[in-house]
């Protein structure tokens, strides 16, 4: 909000959310809103009998894969296709259309099977 406010934006709604960071939204998973925001409204979000423990600690993985990607650190002894099937699984639980749109686009799968 504070960078929309800087730059002299009009403080739309869309702005306001496309400025949040992913953190922000692995965040609203955590144990200190389970009573107040996943009971009542972000269980809805996802597939059914997923717990916000486990919706937690798998968007949490991925948040971290993000930060050492954003921040330039070492990723090339991670498991590629581990993190590539994580991704691909959150996509699913969201929205089922981005995930199939991301496997037809993205050559990840096929770039690592010719690895040695």
Same mark, same amino acid.
């Given at each position: 909000?504070?960078r929309?406010?800087?730059?002299?934006?009009?403080?739309?709604?869309?702005?306001?959310?496309?400025?949040?960071?992913?953190?922000f939204?692995?965040?609203?998973?955590a %144990?200190?809103y *389970?009573?107040?925001? =996943?009971t009542?409204?972000?269980?809805? @979000?996802?597939?059914?009998? $997923?717990?916000?423990?486990?919706?937690?600690?798998?968007?949490?993985?991925?948040?971290?894969?993000?930060?050492?990607?954003a921040?330039y650190e070492?990723?090339?002894?991670?498991?590629?296709?581990?993190n590539?099937? %994580?991704?691909? *699984?959150?996509?699913d =639980?969201?929205?089922?259309?981005?995930? @199939?749109?991301?496997?037809? $686009?993205?050559?990840?799968?096929?770039?690592?099977?010719?690895?040695?």
């Amino acid at each position: 909000m504070a960078r929309i406010i800087r730059t002299g934006d009009v403080e739309l709604h869309g702005k306001v959310v496309a400025e949040l960071t992913f953190g922000f939204w692995s965040r609203l998973l955590a %144990r200190h809103y *389970e009573s107040s925001l =996943w009971t009542h409204a972000l269980r809805h @979000a996802f597939p059914l009998g $997923l717990s916000r423990g486990v919706v937690y600690d798998r968007f949490d993985k991925l948040h971290k894969l993000r930060n050492r990607v954003a921040h330039y650190e070492p990723v090339l002894s991670m498991h590629h296709l581990t993190n590539w099937y %994580r991704i691909l *699984e959150k996509l699913d =639980w969201l929205n089922s259309d981005y995930r @199939a749109m991301v496997e037809d $686009l993205c050559t990840l799968p096929e770039v690592a099977s010719r690895q040695p």
